[in-house]
């Protein structure tokens, strides 16, 4: 099996910074693409940032310039540093990984529990 395990969410005035961190854990192979998507109260999950293992990324347009997502590939881990945070960003952080845990394995997509990020105005 595989783990996602996320941290670093918390409350924060608007205007803040905050740095969320996912660490992948169990039976890996290899990871490919990992990413951040966030979950909103009466809203969609949806996409927040992404990262290929090719380290090719792509944001939400409402996140472009603010937010940065990176990897350490060596330790299984993607952060998403989160700048210039506004009361819309407020919702649940999931972490994203598609991982291949053997060789002969298909590729599957694995999530982590979320973690609260809320900005105050």
């Known amino acids: 099996q595989v783990q996602l395990v996320e941290s670093g969410g918390g409350l924060v005035q608007a205007g803040g910074s905050l740095t969320l961190s996912c660490a992948a854990s169990g039976s890996i192979f290899r990871i490919y693409a990992m990413g951040w998507y966030r979950q909103a109260p009466g809203k969609q999950r949806e996409l927040v940032a992404a990262?290929?293992?090719?380290?090719?990324?792509n944001y939400a347009a409402s996140v472009k310039g603010r937010f940065t997502i990176s990897r350490d590939n060596a330790k299984n881990t993607v952060y998403l540093q989160m700048n210039s945070l506004k009361p819309e960003d407020t919702a649940v952080y999931y972490c994203?990984?598609?991982?291949?845990?053997?060789?002969?394995?298909?590729?599957?997509?694995?999530w982590g529990q979320g973690t609260q990020v809320t900005v105050s105005s």
């Open positions: 990262s290929t293992s090719g380290r090719n990324t």
């Open positions: 994203n990984a598609d991982v291949k845990r053997t060789w002969s394995a298909v590729r599957d997509d694995y």
